[in-house]
């Protein structure tokens, strides 16, 4: 497979778990079991998570995954965020869906849903990034809602998810490049309320992580971790509970705490919507041709 394939296999396979996700009904199941069950799909139809499946709830927009024995359960009236990545040789398809519980919210779904139909439209090779930004925020702002105005789209490379280049969700000023053929990015307007300020903040939870140098930390449990990480997901994000099958579960959390203490892993704090107003995302991984956009997680 060339790579091409490689996006189009990981896009096709994204887009059903993520489709699965969005027509069940969570509420009263626990995030671990959600978290758990849709990771087990993309393997099942022939892929690997490329990030621990993310599952962010209300006020919380991104980079919550479930804790090896969290209790957490979707209630009624939640609003969720569930953000999946699927690789196939290290290259990436990442798509979210925003799934609510809560009908006075439906609309704030409606409007990240229609942001993105928008900016996929315009993304075609060599389309501005700040043309992008400027229809996600207008589509947004005719809801009458805000964009969360410091996250934003970026570009994938090989067991790499933020490659470098960003796709902003609101208008920009100053220096814009243009998207390049063949070039994978993802879109992903997230959308808050009006009484919302737009910006998220990082919070204390982290239980996402990401391997950043494999120099030994001199802890012969927590370098083996490393190690078994590395094999399989390379620089890209996991969580403690991919190691509870191989690992303790106190030899898992003393390791990652030596290997954060020890720089050898660098973290993902959750980032939550500042006024704590409830936030919504809609994702699809794109790759832009010279005449139309090749939606790989369609
Ligand atoms: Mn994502
Ligand atoms: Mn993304």
Known sequence: MDYLQCYQKAGKIASEVRETARNTNYIGRRLLDICNTLE???????GLPAFPVNVSLNDVAAHYTAEPYDETEVKDG?????????QIDGYIADTAVT?????????L????????????????????????????????SKFGFKPIQNLSGHSLEQYTIHAGKSIPNIR??????????NQAYAIEPFVTTKNGHGVVFEGKTRNIFAIRSRKPSKDKKADSILEAIWNTY????????????SYEASEV??????????????????????????????????????DHVDIITR
């Not at 939640?78 to 699927?86: A, C, E, T």
């Not at 799934?99 to 609309?107: F, G, K, M, S």
């Not at 390379?234 to 099958?245: G, H, Q």
């Not at 973290?267 to 794109?286: A, D, R």
């Open 172 to 181: 920009t000023i100053g220096p814009s490049f243009g998207l390049s053929e």
């Open 78 to 86: 939640d609003v969720l965020k569930i953000d999946i990545g699927v």
């Open 253 to 290: 959390q003393r390791s990652i705490n030596i290997l954060i203490a020890k720089k050898n892993v660098h973290t993902y704090p959750i980032l939550v919507e500042t006024q704590g107003q409830v936030v919504t995302q809609s994702e699809h991984t794109i790759i832009p041709k010279i």
């Open 109 to 140: 779904v409606r409007a990240s849903e229609a942001a993105l139909a928008e900016a996929v439209r315009y993304a075609t090779a060599n389309a501005r990034v700040n043309e992008i930004g400027k229809v996600i925020e207008s589509t947004i």
């Open 40 to 46: 087990n799909k993309i393997k099942v139809l022939g």
């Open 99 to 107: 799934v609510c519980y809560d009908a006075r919210y439906d609309a």
């Open 234 to 245: 390379k620089t890209l994000p996991f969580a403690a509970r991919w190691l509870m099958d």
